[in-house]
């Protein structure tokens, strides 16, 4: 039986169809036209990279593999693509491959994810590859993958995602070492298939990000990356933290190394390394949690207005190098949504007549902002005496008083 990307490219010979660029996919499809390999490539990774800031080599990588797909240029008995994603923790492993799921599929969640630190035992292989015969589930053929998500369909590729792939057990990995190789998993009770051909995977792993989070946080390598970020000593710090940072690729290169058997890594298209968030980067983090938590206001009728100097201070409040962006939603959440929500209801509360209200305030972007429950109100987040003060009102209005 062919597979769905051979089954697509039949498809397209028949159709006369030599231009896998062109919009196509069903009316309806979701934007860009994704039919597997006539997604554009430059289009999908660069909206990737305007959501997966800071890691420029990894939206490269992953470009890299679009383009080989979208040319049809891939091995048609292996995974679409298979990519080794290394870094530290919170630094937007995760977020790229929910975010090309978002551009390729119906939405960032929609992926299949295997936890393998929930493998780690040799017994629960079964759970990846279905029972073998004699176990309990077995006549299933129930594995923990879900075919829609793995296979896709001729229109949508299938996204797979292997987190935290070092905490699997040997046998789970020599029964991916098969997915990579052939594209396919044969479920232990032999009957079955389950194709990864017309799917991208991922693995991602924090492999040798201990041994870097203790050098790292070393006083005189804090003081060096203090220099280098804020360059009060010039060149030199800057050349010094670049060079220091060259060997940690090299200490985390070792560890993958030391990790995966050659085989193994032979058969991934990339081993892609993310980097530690920088304080810039997590100032541009914000800035785009920001830019969220603005669209959801404006959808409930209220703008967002962010003072200069609020990004700086949440960063200052919620990052910590050693848990990455993790932090950051929180702070944002903290300091600016929850104090607006309660700002924007004592508002209400207190002006405003009924539903919809009396406000019709169009927003900066020039719509009138009056669409939602809120009824065309401005909030206001400034920082104030070394805090976050937000205030509610009916129009832009003056910043908070300070
Ligand atoms: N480079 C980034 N660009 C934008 N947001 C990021 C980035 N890195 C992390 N984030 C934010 O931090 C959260 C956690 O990041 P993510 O889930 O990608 O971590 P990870 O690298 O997969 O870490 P782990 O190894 O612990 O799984 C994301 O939901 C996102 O909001
Ligand atoms: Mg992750």
């Avoid at 492993?93 to 599929?105: C, G, I, N, S």
Wanted: glycine content about 12%.
């Amino acid at each position: 039986m062919p597979f769905l990307s051979d089954r697509f490219h039949d498809q397209n010979r028949r159709d006369g169809r030599t231009d896998l660029t062109g919009p196509s996919g069903p009316p309806g499809s979701p934007a860009p036209a994704n039919r597997t390999g006539a997604f554009d490539a430059a289009a999908v990774a660069s909206a990737v990279g305007d959501r997966v800031v800071g890691q420029p080599g990894a939206v490269r990588a992953l470009r890299r593999a679009l383009v080989v797909t979208q040319a049809g240029f891939h091995d048609r008995e292996r995974p679409l693509a298979s990519m080794l994603l290394v870094g530290p923790t919170g630094v937007g492993k995760t977020e790229m491959v929910r975010r090309l799921a978002a551009q390729l599929r119906g939405g960032p969640d929609d992926l299949c994810r295997v936890d393998m630190g929930q493998l780690a035992q040799e017994h629960y292989a079964a759970s990846l590859a279905g029972s073998p015969p004699g176990y309990a589930g077995s006549r299933e053929s129930h594995s923990m993958f879900d075919r829609d998500t793995v296979e896709g369909t001729p229109y949508r590729p299938g996204i797979v995602l292997f987190d935290e792939i070092e905490k699997a057990h040997p046998v789970v990995l020599r029964a991916l070492l098969g997915v990579l190789d052939r594209g396919v998993l044969t479920l232990a009770n032999g009957e079955r298939t389950i194709s990864f051909r017309n799917a991208f995977v991922f693995l991602t792993s924090n492999l040798g990000s201990r041994d870097l989070a203790r050098r790292r946080s070393r006083p005189w390598r804090r003081f060096v990356d203090a220099a280098a970020a804020a360059p009060v000593l010039g060149p030199p710090a800057t050349r010094l933290a670049a060079g220091l940072r060259g060997r940690e690729r090299g200490t985390v290169d070792g560890a993958v190394r030391d990790f995966f058997d050659p085989e193994f890594l032979n058969r991934l298209d990339e081993v892609v390394y993310f980097t530690e968030i920088a304080p810039d980067v997590a100032e541009a983090i914000v800035a785009l949690q920001l830019r969220d938590v603005a669209a959801v206001f404006r959808r409930r009728g209220a703008e967002l207005d962010v003072g200069p100097g609020v990004v700086e201070y949440l960063v200052r409040k919620g990052f910590d190098p050693v848990l990455g962006a993790r932090g950051l939603a929180r702070v944002v959440r903290a300091s600016v949504v929850v104090p607006a929500a309660e700002a924007l209801v004592r508002h209400r509360a207190g002006s405003v007549a009924g539903p919809g209200g009396s406000g019709s305030v169009a927003g900066p972007g020039g719509g009138a902002a009056a669409n939602g429950d809120s009824g065309g109100l401005w909030v206001r987040v400034d920082v104030v005496d070394g805090a976050v003060a937000v205030a509610a009102s009916e129009g832009p209005g003056p910043s908070v008083p300070a």
